[in-house]
């Protein structure tokens, strides 16, 4: 198919592990932009522990510029245990990104396929399949720097929660639901999670999820309190759609919902704001493996899916959806067959297997 449309990618390769997963990766969005018929064009963008160590850079001002000017940014696992800043801190470009291009909606994924480990035992756990958004610049992650111990008798830390942020926040939710309802063609529903019961902050953000939700009609919308959630996502996870929520307490769900998915190699994330939007992996740079080439390139091919799914919508080209599906039911089917699995999913593949399988039904 001869190609029309070019979009400009940032790619970060990352530490440890990152390097393995990308390329195949990029490989993977290749061969999915030319059966599409668009094209991709990639800039590799220097940052993360190794580029620190070797220049006292973790994200240089020039990378951020360049990721900004991008049409999305693809990022692999950033970061190594034995590479620190002065103050002892790790490298986390991936988190400054978030702030510099004021990413505020975290979207988690959490999806079962077909024949993967998980801890829960109900067939209807492999129905699965929603999306936590955690607002990621603000709530008790608004001030985190500023918390204070006071005579060494008490501790206080401060909840923010914007009307202007919650309000792109729940507009964003809402419009995720209404793409998946067309994608799945079942109605959409958002449920917000909070604890406005007790906190007049949280009724603060529950009433102006209200209020949007008015906006959306044909968007079911409900709220839930954080805890009786909690205890949902292990009992019906399978119920849920579109989930909305505070920076904590997303936090602390969406790494339930990676328990409930099994494998840290299947969870892909993105975060988005309203000019760019990062792609990545949930894991980490997996030190205690890189260079043994048995990486799972599971989760980073998946975030490529995300990507081409948020470019679709973004740029309203319908073939990057496609693109997305290409790459998400290739995923599905190798999973399914269960023959060439990574290790984390109780296989004994190597990373290269694992991409050839993905790669041979992509070109399929
Ligand atoms: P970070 O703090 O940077 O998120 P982390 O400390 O949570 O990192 P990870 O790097 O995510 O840790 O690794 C946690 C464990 O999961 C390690 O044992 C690692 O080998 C394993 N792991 C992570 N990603 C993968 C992957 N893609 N394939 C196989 N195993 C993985």
């Not at 510029?65 to 190594?80: E, N, T």
């Not at 297997?353 to 992509?362: F, G, K, L, N």
Request: charged share 25%; aromatic share 8%.
């Amino acid at each position: 198919m001869k190609s029309n449309r070019v979009y400009r990618i940032a790619l970060f390769d990352g530490d440890g592990i990152g390097p393995e997963i990308m390329a195949p990766t990029r490989s993977i969005l290749d061969m999915v932009a030319e059966r599409i018929g668009r094209k991709l064009e990639f800039d590799s963008l220097p940052a993360g522990a190794r580029h620190y160590a070797e220049t006292g850079e973790s994200l240089p001002a020039s990378s951020i510029a360049a990721a900004r000017d991008a049409d999305a940014i693809l990022l692999s696992a950033m970061g190594l245990p034995n590479i620190r800043k002065k103050d002892g801190t790790e490298i986390t470009p991936q988190i400054d990104l978030r702030f510099a291009l004021g990413l505020y909606a975290g979207v988690r994924p959490v999806k079962l396929y077909a024949g993967q480990p998980t801890p829960l035992a109900d067939p209807r756990v492999f129905e699965t399949d929603f999306v936590l958004i955690r607002e990621s610049t603000e709530g008790l992650f608004a001030h985190m720097h500023e918390g204070q111990v006071v005579d060494n008798s008490y501790a206080t830390e401060t909840l923010r929660i914007t009307r202007a942020t919650s309000e792109k926040l729940f507009d964003f939710a809402f419009r995720l639901a209404q793409r998946r309802a067309v994608k799945r063609g079942i109605p959409g529903r958002v449920t917000c999670v909070d604890k406005a019961n007790v906190f007049r902050s949280f009724w603060f953000f529950r009433s102006i999820f209200e209020e949007r939700a008015k906006a959306f009609p044909d968007i079911a919308a409900d709220s839930a309190y954080v805890d009786a959630f909690a205890m949902w996502m292990v009992q019906k996870p399978w119920e849920f759609d579109v989930v909305v929520t505070e920076n904590m307490f997303g936090d602390i769900l969406s790494d339930l919902g990676a328990g409930i998915m099994g494998s840290l190699g299947l969870a892909p994330s993105a975060d988005i704001g309203d000019e760019n939007a990062v792609f990545q992996p949930c894991h980490g740079s997996a030190p205690d493996i890189a260079g043994k080439g048995i990486a799972n390139p599971l989760a980073m091919f998946l975030s490529a899916s995300l990507m081409l799914d948020w470019l679709a919508g973004e740029h309203d080209d319908a073939a990057l959806g496609e693109g997305a599906a290409i790459i998400d039911d290739a995923v599905s089917a190798v999973i399914r067959e269960g023959t060439i699995l990574t290790g984390d999913l109780g296989g004994t593949a190597n990373t290269k297997q694992m991409s050839d399988a993905v790669m041979s039904r992509v070109a399929a």
